[in-house]
């Protein structure tokens, strides 16, 4: 069970715009940045998103990031096949003093 | 370009120990934090150890805390997870991570990863 709650799965169209939850509480979203990484079928994470809402170099401005209280969310505009990925958030725990993770939403492109 | 390159993954008997190592280079290691992170073959990521950029802070997962160390060789610019009393349950793929710029705790997020070092712990 993870500390961060993210649905499961989630699906879109090319084309299309698609958003994905993270839900947290004031311990870790409430008073940290949040993090978004992307891991492709088969290889490790790559950074998406840090400090809620920039864009590393190389990230495409189709990817963007927002959070407000103790939720974040990651959207992506103009959908692609090759966002079909897992997509997970991440921030520090006040509480556990420690890194936590979402459990992950798997992103399927119809 | 920077580069982590993990090694030491094996299959291991439960109650046994292991020691994973990261090269590092493309960047000054001894300025930066470092991470472990793991993820269990069909499961999602999970945390589970950073060590601060001068080795003065050493944070853990409650899953491995008090069996597994992080450490790390500056004059070879390497990384290490010590694991002992290994559990069936720490079997997955641990990835090595670079944290930020003389960072500590809450302000070293990972912004590179390494390939992955598979461990499977099986009698």
């Known amino acids: 069970q993870s500390v961060l709650s993210q649905p499961p799965s989630a699906s879109g169209t090319p084309g299309q715009r698609v958003t994905i939850s993270c839900s947290g509480s004031?311990?870790?979203?409430?008073?940290?940045?949040v993090y978004w990484y992307q891991q492709l079928p088969g290889t490790a994470p790559k950074l998406l998103i840090y400090?809620?809402?920039q864009r590393p170099s190389g990230v495409p401005d189709r990817f963007s990031g927002s959070k407000s209280g103790t939720s974040a969310s990651l959207a992506i505009n103009g959908l692609r096949s090759e966002d079909e990925a897992d997509y997970y958030c991440?921030?520090?725990?006040?509480?556990?003093?420690?890194?936590?993770f979402g459990g992950g939403t798997k992103l399927t492109v119809l | 370009q920077v580069q982590l390159v993990e090694s030491g993954g094996d299959v291991v008997q439960p109650g046994k120990s292991l020691r994973l190592s990261c090269a590092a280079s493309?960047?000054?290691?001894?300025?930066?934090?470092m991470h472990w992170v793991r993820q269990a073959p069909g499961k999602g990521l999970e945390w589970v150890a950073l060590?601060?950029?001068?080795?003065?802070?050493?944070y853990y997962a409650d899953s491995v805390k008090g069996r597994f160390t992080i450490s790390s060789d500056n004059s070879k610019n390497t990384l290490y997870l010590h694991m002992n009393s290994l559990r069936a349950e720490d079997t997955a793929i641990y990835y090595c991570?670079?944290?930020?710029?003389?960072?500590?705790?809450?302000?070293?997020?990972?912004?590179?990863w390494g390939q992955g070092t598979l461990v499977t712990v099986s009698s």
């Open positions: 991440a921030t520090w725990d006040d509480s556990l003093s420690g890194w936590v």
């Open positions: 400090r809620n809402n």
């Open positions: 004031s311990s870790n979203i409430g008073t940290n940045y």
């Open positions: 493309g960047f000054t290691f001894s300025s930066y934090g």
């Open positions: 060590i601060s950029f001068d080795g003065s802070n050493k």
């Open positions: 991570a670079k944290g930020g710029f003389y960072c500590s705790g809450f302000s070293c997020y990972v912004d590179d």
